[in-house]
């Protein structure tokens, strides 16, 4: 009988650690999408400031 018990309560602290396993996963794919789309924005706004009216127009190449 405690056999039994015991194997009961195994398996659902394996599916709570499986659960916490996915949440914690899924945490840090979130984070991960968050800093990718982060870098991105980084990326595009760097491209409109060298798009800038003027940008490049005169350069002084003497210092």
């Not at 309560?9 to 968050?34: C, G, H, N, P, Y």
Request: negative net charge; without cysteine.
């Amino acid at each position: 009988m405690m056999d039994a018990i015991n194997s009961v309560l195994q398996a659902r602290q394996a599916e709570l650690d499986s659960r916490i396993q996915f949440a914690v996963a899924k945490k840090a794919l979130d984070v991960m999408k968050t800093q990718g789309n982060a870098v991105v924005q980084l990326i595009e706004a760097a491209g409109r400031a060298g798009k800038a009216e003027g940008a490049g127009e005169h350069f002084d190449a003497t210092g």
